[in-house]
């Protein structure tokens, strides 16, 4: 059963930045059928998707957050990584990290971790 | 990126069915057929329920069941029964080159 799990602060300074990990267990990150990515759900909100990575390093942001996001994989050690800079007390959410299959979706989810930025 | 749109709120009784719209446009639902649907319980993650507009993940009951017709992708969920209470979020692709996704507003389904 593949399973992920977020790593990371859970506090952040404004005009810092965030920085996260998922580790994949249970399944290769070098999947061909698979992408990796994160959403996230401010508290009371709902969920926005920040973007993804192919295990050979393509990856897709929302165009909203493309400025301030790097989203990086490390296949050795079957991780990928989140990267959010000058964040804001906007950015204070649960952060997801997901395997997508093209057609399926979000199929597999972390469990989340909450990020909250402090001025 | 606008979210795509759904009611906030539905309520329904144990044994009735219930829909859940999600509007979006020729850009996204209008124009790709990978509509996928998510349940939120609180401090749990979205946990995947319906796939390419109406296809189910093993496990999950048959009592989900999804459409879609032009823009507009639905859910609907009969025999309504207390565990079904949640967030319910759908989501689309907004291009046929990349996986950007967008996920609708979310639905908070009441049991009454």
């Known amino acids: 059963q593949l399973q992920l799990q977020e790593s990371g602060p859970g506090l952040v300074k404004a005009s810092e930045t965030l920085s996260l990990t998922c580790t994949v267990s249970?399944?290769?990150?070098?999947?061909?059928?698979?992408?990796w990515g994160w959403i996230r759900q401010p508290p009371g909100k709902g969920l926005e998707w920040i973007g993804n990575?192919?295990?050979?390093?393509?990856?897709y942001y929302n165009p909203s957050l493309k400025s301030r996001v790097t989203i990086s994989v490390d296949t050795s050690n079957n991780q990928f990584s989140l990267k959010l800079n000058s964040v804001t007390a906007a950015d204070t959410a649960v952060y997801y990290c997901?395997?997508?299959?093209?057609?399926?979706?979000?199929?597999?989810w972390g469990q989340g971790t909450l990020v909250a930025v402090s001025s | 990126q606008s979210a795509l749109t759904q009611p906030a709120s539905v309520s329904g009784s144990p044994g009735q069915s219930i829909i859940i719209s999600c509007t979006g446009s020729?850009?996204?639902?209008?124009?790709?057929?990978?509509v996928s649907w998510y349940q939120e319980t609180p401090g749990k993650a979205p946990k995947l329920i319906v796939y390419?507009?109406?296809a189910r993940p093993s496990g999950v009951s048959s009592r989900f069941s999804g459409s879609k017709s032009g823009s507009t992708a639905s859910l609907t969920i009969s025999g309504l029964q207390a565990e079904d209470e949640a967030d319910y979020y759908c989501?689309?692709?907004?291009?046929?080159?990349?996986?950007?996704?967008?996920f609708g507003g979310g639905t908070k389904l009441t049991v009454l």
């Open positions: 997901a395997r997508q299959d093209m057609v399926r979706g979000f199929d597999y």
């Open positions: 249970g399944g290769s990150i070098s999947s061909v059928s698979s992408y």
């Open positions: 990575i192919y295990y050979s390093g393509s990856t």
């Open positions: 020729s850009s996204d639902i209008g124009a790709y057929g990978y």
């Open positions: 390419d507009v109406s």
């Open positions: 989501s689309s692709y907004t291009s046929s080159t990349t996986l950007d996704v967008r």
